[in-house]
């Protein structure tokens, strides 16, 4: 395979699993198709085991919502509490598939993380699939005395989808005046639609086509997700970078890939954020696709322990006073 501007490690992961991985649609084959590739690592790589030092309870909320909860040993009680969506296209993905993101946050932090199994597009679509994270967030508020969490306080986070989710959850907070958001978490985020990106900014958003075979999320797989969710292509919380009050999102950490088509979905949101002065930490992974810090190949040791480290950070970043 030519370089096409990757970055050697993930030339060579590529050249050791023998293909590219690309998803195709529909969204019903794509999930066939992300199974099989999972199956592909394991039969190649030993996933590692997950942190013995973040403990786990799983629960449902009073709505039905499944949520994961995750405490880190030493735990200082009366922090804020973390809210993490999982990604997946809002179609696919689930609680154990980001399970160690959630714990790399809790541990980092020092945090209790509450971590949705919301229910998946298109069968749980717009409106419904962000009204149930948001009611998540309020549940998580409310048995604050349960959770020995901060009476309020509380940060939001996820990856991919699960980004868009995090960006939307606070934002709704917001609007509803619930106050007391540290900040927010994004990891390789969605922020816009396609269709919904403002005219001035368009001639920046050139990474949908641009990446469209180099990454996992081909720009057909991006099309078939954004349809299975639903969200009009202008709407504020379907796609946040619209948002008018991203003013008051107080803190942001954002890792973006910069072989992804949602390359541009976080470059242009830094690029708001730092417009309407919000304090942003961003990491850029040059010649990288969407979620390579994730496949546990020794190829990609150095620059996975790199994301990992700074996620580390980023969180500390956000909860700092």
Known sequence: MADEGFAKPWLEFEKELGERMLLTPPVSNMSEQFMRLGGLMASKYTFPEPDPSVKTEDTVTDNGTKVRIYTPDGYTPGKPVCIYFHGGGWAMGDVNGDDPFSRAISKAGG???????YGLA????????MDECFNALRWALSNSKRLN???GKFLTAGLSAGGQLAFATALRALDARIHGLVGVVALIP??????GVPEILRPEYTAMEKHDQHTINTAAAMRDFWKAFGAPPTDIYGSPLLHPGIKNLNKVYMAVAGHDTLRDDGVLMKTMLDDAGVPVKFDYYDGYPHFFFAWPSPKLAEPQK???NNLAEGVKYVLAE
């Open 149 to 151: 969490t901060a009476q």
């Open 190 to 195: 969605v922020t816009v639609h396609p269709d």
């Open 111 to 117: 945090i209790v993380v509450v971590s949705v199994e």
């Open 306 to 308: 790199e994301f990992m």
């Open 122 to 129: 298109p069968d749980n679509k717009h409106p419904n699939l």
